[in-house]
């Protein structure tokens, strides 16, 4: 199982644009998650998914689209970049059906200029 | 809605010592987990230990172990044996888990960056 995988790495973008965060995990779970960590902060929920076809925002989902079509995938997307978006994003997935523990990837360092 | 707080925002202790992370926390759920996740510089999210709310006995994974005070709403995590590989940001985290859209949600405190000396 590859877990949790996030691409890209790193990303820079300039102010105004738009990108996709992609998220997958094989692991067949449930929910999934985006959190965004901010130097000096704790991470923070962007938006979450409890199965396919069904999310929700969480504590700062302005200036981010979430979808989720299939179970694997749980992409963000940034709809005009901005430098307050410049941050480290996590995704995250979980079950029900196996053990308490949440799955990180590994994270995406994005830039905004 | 929940809320964590570490107040330490850093602690260093010696190597071959034990050092108590504290956390506490404040929910309206009935139900509810804890967690501890330890972030090197590298940067990953690792896992280390998970207290349930209605969990009779404190948690223990290896040289972690969870001292959860219910009525305290306190949840420390206790390293034993501290090693060089442990210095690390060290955050706590909660979710609901009485059931429906909260069982996905963390809430995160703002994290203590732990340093072990030689």
């Known amino acids: 199982n590859a877990g949790v995988t996030q691409t890209p790495k790193f990303q820079v973008l300039k102010t105004g644009q738009s990108m996709t965060l992609q998220c997958a995990q094989d692991?067949?779970?449930?929910?999934m998650s985006w959190y965004r960590q901010d130097p000096g902060m704790g991470l923070r929920l962007i938006h979450y998914?409890?199965?396919?076809?069904?999310?929700d925002q969480g504590e700062v989902p302005n200036g981010y689209n979430v979808s989720r079509s299939t179970t694997e995938d749980f992409p963000l997307r940034l709809l005009s970049a901005a430098p307050s978006q410049t941050s480290v994003y996590f995704c995250?997935?979980?079950?029900?059906?196996?053990?308490?523990?949440?799955?990180f990837g590994p994270g995406t360092r994005l830039t905004v200029l | 809605a929940q809320k964590i707080t570490q107040t330490q925002p850093g602690m260093f202790v010696q190597e071959k010592e034990a050092v108590t992370l504290d956390c506490t926390y404040d929910t309206s759920d009935p139900s509810y987990g804890l967690f501890w996740y330890k972030q090197p510089s590298s940067g990953e999210m690792i896992f280390l230990i998970y207290?349930?709310?209605?969990?009779?006995q404190n948690a223990t994974e290896g040289r972690y172990s969870l001292n959860f005070q219910k009525a305290r709403k306190s949840a420390n995590l206790v390293i034993s044996a501290s090693q060089l590989g442990d210095s690390a940001m060290y955050f706590c985290?909660?979710?609901?888990?009485?059931?429906?859209?909260?069982?996905?949600?963390?809430?995160f405190g703002q994290g203590t960056i732990l340093t072990v000396h030689p």
């Open positions: 207290q349930g709310s209605y969990d009779q």
């Open positions: 995250a997935s979980s079950s029900r059906r196996g053990g308490n523990e949440q799955f």
């Open positions: 998914s409890v199965g396919a076809g069904i999310t």
């Open positions: 692991m067949n779970h449930e929910y």
């Open positions: 985290a909660m979710r609901g888990d009485a059931g429906g859209t909260s069982y996905g949600k963390l809430t």
